[in-house]
């Protein structure tokens, strides 16, 4: 069956960084848009920033473009997600998405579980 499991996510300074990772499995992962998307404690899902099935175009909401770089490795079925000067309302639990590049939640067929990110000095 279809699976996104997130990892990489903890505790970082403001300013600093991390790399979320979100590995697909039971789909062709190749041949799906994917996304991240967030939901920050008491405040609705978010969606962060989309990339096409082949990796060559992506899409980042205003509040992280600039600091934030989507990926993916097909070969791996591997999704990532790399995190540069962290602010502290970027603390959220960070979701992988599958089916879209947009903020158009109902888009999205299948999540993850979710990998929490707190940014705190």
């Known amino acids: 069956q279809v699976q996104l499991v997130e990892s990489g996510g903890g505790l970082a300074q403001p300013g600093g960084s991390l790399r979320l990772s979100c590995a697909a499995s039971?789909?062709?992962?190749?041949?799906?848009?994917m996304s991240w998307a967030r939901q920050a404690p008491g405040k609705g899902l978010e969606w962060v920033s989309g990339?096409?099935?082949?990796?060559?175009?992506?899409y980042y909401a205003d509040s992280v473009k600039g600091r934030f770089t989507i990926s993916r490795d097909n070969a791996k079925s591997m999704l990532y997600l790399q995190m540069n000067s962290l602010k502290p309302e970027d603390t959220a639990l960070y979701y992988c998405a599958r089916g879209g590049v947009g903020p158009t939640l109902g888009e999205y067929d299948y999540w993850g579980h979710g990998t929490q990110v707190t940014v705190s000095s």
């Open positions: 039971g789909f062709s992962f190749r041949s799906y848009d």
């Open positions: 990339i096409y099935r082949d990796g060559r175009d992506t």
